[in-house]
C-alpha cells in the first residue's frame, strides 16, 4: 500500500531529519497511500453517495478504529464484531467498487481536511457526519508512539522532546495539517448543523453507554438499553486490544511493525506520563492561543489537560 518514492513526500525537518512519509494532495500532508492524489481527484469531482451513509471524518489518533467499531455494531444491531476492515471505506486508500456497491449504511472514514473533502459529501445532506474530538495532548502522546513505530514505513527520527516541543504545532509537516488548524477549521464549519454530530473522547470514555445512545438517537438507529450495554462493554479497550489483534495485522500487511497496535493504551490523561512541567507549560501557551477563538472547545478540553 505504500507509495512509491516517486509519489511520496519525505518529510524532513529543517535539519533533514526523517519525520514521516506523506502523500501530498493540495498542498496537505497525508497518510501515504498509493495513487492518493489521483484518487481524491476523482472523488472530488463526483463522489457516489448514498442515503444512509455515514461519514466518520476523525483527526488522526482520535478514536476512529474504536468509533468505527462502535457504528458497524450500531447500525447492523449487534454487538459482535464485524469482518470489515475500517481500511475497506478509508477515503485516502480507496473506495472500491464493491465499498461503493455495498448495500447497507456505509461508514466511510477519512482524516481530510474539510477543503480537501469531496463537494458531495459535503452537501448530501440525507448523509450524517461523526466526528471524534479528543484532547490534543493525548493526541500528541498517541502520534508520537504512531510515528515513532515506523508503522507508516521508516520510524520518525525524533525523541519526544523534540517531537513536542518542534513538531506537533508545525503546519507544514504534520499528517492532515496540525490539531488545531484541522479541528477548529471543522467545528467553525460544522457545529450546530443537524447531520454534525461532535463526540468527545473523554465523554465516551466516561459514560460510553450514555453517549453511544445519543449517536444511536443521532443516527435514527434503534437500540435498547441492552444492546447499548453489550456494544459498550464489546468496545472497551481491553476486549479490542484481544478482538481486534488477528484482523490488525491482517490489515495492516507489510505495514505491520511487531509490538505496535492501533489499540495501544486507550486511556485519557497518558500524556501525564510524557510531558514535563515546562513541557506542559509551553504546550498550554500554545493551546490557549490556537483556540482563542473557540471557546466551546476550550471548555470541553481543559479539565483532561490539568497536570
Ligand atoms: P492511544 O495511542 O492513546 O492508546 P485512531 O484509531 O484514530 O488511530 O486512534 C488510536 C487511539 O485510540 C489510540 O490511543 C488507541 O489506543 C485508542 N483506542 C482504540 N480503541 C479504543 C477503545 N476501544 N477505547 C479507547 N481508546 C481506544
Redesign the pocket.
Known sequence: MELSQSQTKLVLDVNGKFICNAAVYNGHNYCAFENLAKRLDEYRKSFPVQDGDIYLL?Y???????MW?ILMMLTHGSAASRPEHKHEMMLEIGFDSSAQESKGRRIINTHLLYEDMPPDILNNSRGKIIQVHRNPA?IA??FY??TKSGVNGTALAYDWDDYISKLFWDKERMISSTWSVYTCDWWTRCHGNSNYLPVF?EEL?EDPVKVIREIAKFLEVEAEQELLEQIAAE???EK?KVSKREKEVEELGDSFVEGYT??????VG?WRNHFTEEQHEQFMKHYNQELRNHPELHQKFIKSLQF
Do not use: A, L, Q
Request: no cysteine; hydrophobic share 20%.
Open positions: 476523525n488522526p489518533k482520535s478514536g476512529t478504529h474504536w467499531e493525548d502522546v498517541s508512539h504512531h473522547y470514555k468496545t472497551s479497550i479490542m492501533m489499540y495501544r493504551k486507550g486511556v497518558d
